[in-house]
């Protein structure tokens, strides 16, 4: 497998499809782990909404922290969200045991969010992560456990890793691209990488 690089300062993606709207995030080592921030604002079944999020990761890629919040035509919604990185969660002070043994934050809200599990765990050709999440919806900043599969397939371009993703109770599936940094590139159906 070729040597991961690093991140870059920001990465940005245009999401169309599901949605229309734009996200941007930024990236900031802390110590040997890291701080991601970004907001992404859109339009999905004629609901418009931004979500703006601070999320802080281990030195092994587990989520560790994470505020969200919410902000619709209804109204604003948060949550503070805690691990011990080791699947153990609080969401807003409380223990969630529906959470446990989840090691990442997905972002409904959010594309960066499905290059956590990938870059923590940096799978082989072949190889099948089944990645729970702790999931966080978009328009009320709600948390709830989310079952999702990744496989890692061949690569057909140097650069570039291709996955087959997988989230059962949507229904869902699709082809992931990251580039050699992790980072989603194009995720079908949902958002593509904006900034190159």
């Known amino acids: 497998m070729a040597e991961r690089t690093g991140l870059p300062p920001y990465a940005a993606w245009r999401h ?13 080592q802390l110590g040997s782990g890291l701080i991601v921030q970004g907001h992404t604002a ?25 505020h969200v919040s919410s902000r619709t035509a209804a109204g604003f919604s948060e949550a503070l969200i805690e691990s011990n990185g ?7 002070g ?6 446990d043994g989840c090691l990442d934050l997905d972002l409904e809200s959010s594309s960066l969010t499905n290059a956590f599990p990938v870059r923590r765990i940096e799978p082989e050709i072949g190889d099948e992560l089944d990645c729970p999440a702790a999931w ?3 328009t009320d900043a709600a948390v709830e456990r989310l079952e999702q599969d990744y496989r890692r397939l061949d690569d057909r371009e ?3 890793q291709r996955f087959h993703y997988r989230a059962p109770a949507f229904d869902f599936e ?15 159906g949902i958002a593509e990488r904006a900034d190159g």
């Open 16 to 28: 169309t499809g599901a949605r229309d709207g734009f996200e941007v995030a930024f990236f900031q």
């Open 42 to 66: 859109a339009v999905e079944d004629g609901e418009g909404f931004v979500v703006r999020y601070r999320i802080e990761l281990d030195e092994f890629g587990c989520t560790r922290s994470a």
């Open 86 to 92: 080791e699947g153990v969660w609080e969401i807003d």
């Open 94 to 99: 409380k223990r969630r045991e529906e959470l």
């Open 136 to 138: 966080v919806r978009a």
């Open 158 to 160: 140097e650069g570039r």
């Open 174 to 188: 699709s082809e992931l691209v990251y580039d050699a940094s992790g980072l989603i590139l194009a995720y079908p």
